[in-house]
């Protein structure tokens, strides 16, 4: 009878074998052209539509076995595929094709004095470890970016997605074989025991580094257990403050937008700020028509004092000025000044999005000064932070920490540095 240390070592020799792949597979990949990783990808974006059959068949099982769990509504929808949402990731595929290649891109270079020239330029991370959660898109979106950059890629997904992911995968596979790539530069790794990410995220040699991407508690098991190097990702406590020199009109559309376009997103505003000047006209509005689309207003004391006793409004607790909701759901208060403003979200944001709308320019410069996020938003919405959004293509995640990238990543971000150093003999003096 096998034991569970047994089981627990043969996991950790599955991922690091699966490293070990990927990193011989990356050696190959990192020196390819620009024009063979293009046309990689245009193969990979006509596959995806052609075996859209084998896909969707694979991706009905995990949806049937999600619901038969009791899944949430909002969840069976992030797992689920159709045609169109095959459709939309090949054309993701050609969308990345069509960007710079940032390999070989030269960031800096100079001629000393002794002559010897410098060059810093962009080279591939290597072996890219992706864990996250839900969307089978993400598996797509992750290989494109990782290869376009010239990395291989572990991708760790959801039990809940696993026939899906493992469909997508094969038809990776297969068409790196049938371009001349290493089909070890996409690899899965067995998503049923959590151990596999810990495995995964302790990997120092193996892997380079880590991207989780998901909800508050992967994020934090991966950063909190990586010795990898990991970019923390993805939680959003996004606020919206609308100021006292607000466009009433222009402040609702935004608040609106920032709130309801997605719920379930990680640029979606969970808090909004009304200064105390504009609260008596447009607090009530806000709320109103939040409720109108269906959002549960978690009120502080001076809101509810404006409201009343409003169906689907219920008191903040200290909690809710912590919550990524994710959901229907957002806290509601009043400020007394701009200052009180940026106090509250530098006590609970969570470093990802904030936003401003202010017709006053030493309001709005105030506020992009003093507030530490990854993006801040001026007279616009929280949506807006996206790669796409931003021209970068598909992204591979939204860092809110500052280290080796911020904000949404895509191509650059998934390549570091080397220093290339020409000579004609020189020698260094002694001293």
């Known amino acids: 009878m096998v034991g569970a240390s047994d089981d627990e070592h043969g996991l950790r020799e599955r991922v690091r074998s699966d490293a070990r792949r990927a990193r011989a597979a990356a050696t190959e990949l990192g020196p390819a052209t620009r024009d063979a990783k ?34 949430e509504a909002s969840m069976v929808d992030r797992l689920t595929l159709s045609e169109g949402r095959v459709a939309g990731m090949a054309e993701g595929l050609r969308a990345l094709a069509e960007l710079p290649d940032p390999v070989g891109e030269v960031v800096r270079g100079s001629v000393l004095g002794n002559g010897l020239r410098l060059q810093q330029v962009r080279v591939p991370l290597g072996v890219v470890g992706m864990v996250y959660e ?8 992750a290989a494109g970016l990782a290869l376009k950059a010239g990395n291989a890629v ?47 995220v302790t990997a120092r040699g193996l892997v380079d580094v880590v991207i989780p991407r998901g909800g508050a508690g992967l994020i934090s098991a991966v950063v909190e257990q ?24 222009t402040a609702l ?23 105390r000047d504009l609260a008596d006209s447009f607090v009530p509005e806000a709320v109103a028509e939040l409720r109108t689309a269906g959002v549960t207003v978690h009120a502080d004391e001076r809101v509810s004092r404006l409201v009343g006793d409003t169906e689907g409004v219920v008191p903040a607790s200290e909690e ?3 919550t ?31 936003a401003i709308v202010t017709e006053n320019l030493s309001a709005a410069q105030r506020f992009t000064a003093r507030v ?55 020698v260094r003096p002694a001293n």
């Open 38 to 71: 293009d046309a990689l990808l245009h193969a990979l974006a006509e596959a995806l539509p052609r075996r859209c059959d084998e896909i969707l068949a694979a991706n009905a099982a995990d949806v049937e076995s999600a619901r038969a769990a009791g899944a």
């Open 134 to 141: 839900g969307r089978p898109n993400v598996t797509v979106d």
């Open 154 to 200: 572990l991708l760790r997904g959801s039990a809940s997605t696993e026939r899906s992911n493992s469909a997508l995968v094969t038809v990776l596979t297969d068409v790196l074989r049938e371009q001349g790539f290493p089909e070890d530069a996409v690899r899965l790794l067995p998503c049923h025991d959590r151990e596999s990410v810990r495995h995964l």
């Open 226 to 249: 990586a010795t990898v190097p990991a970019i923390e990702t993805g939680v959003g406590n996004c606020h919206v403050y609308v100021d006292a020199a607000a466009d009433h009109d």
């Open 253 to 275: 559309r935004i608040l609106l937008n920032s709130k309801t376009r997605r719920t379930s997103v990680c640029n979606a505003a969970e808090t909004l700020l009304v200064h």
């Open 320 to 322: 809710d000025w912590d």
């Open 324 to 354: 990524e909701y994710l959901s229907s759901d957002m806290a509601v208060a009043v400020v007394d000044s701009l200052g009180e403003a940026i106090e509250h979200i530098s006590a609970h944001g969570s470093g990802h999005t904030e």
């Open 372 to 426: 530490d996020a990854a993006a801040v938003m001026v007279n616009a919405s929280t949506a807006f932070t996206d790669g796409g959004e931003f021209g970068m293509g598909a992204e591979i995640g939204i860092s809110t920490q500052k280290l080796h990238a911020r904000g949404p990543m895509a191509l650059p971000e998934l390549t570091t540095t080397k220093w290339l150093v020409y000579g004609e003999g020189q």
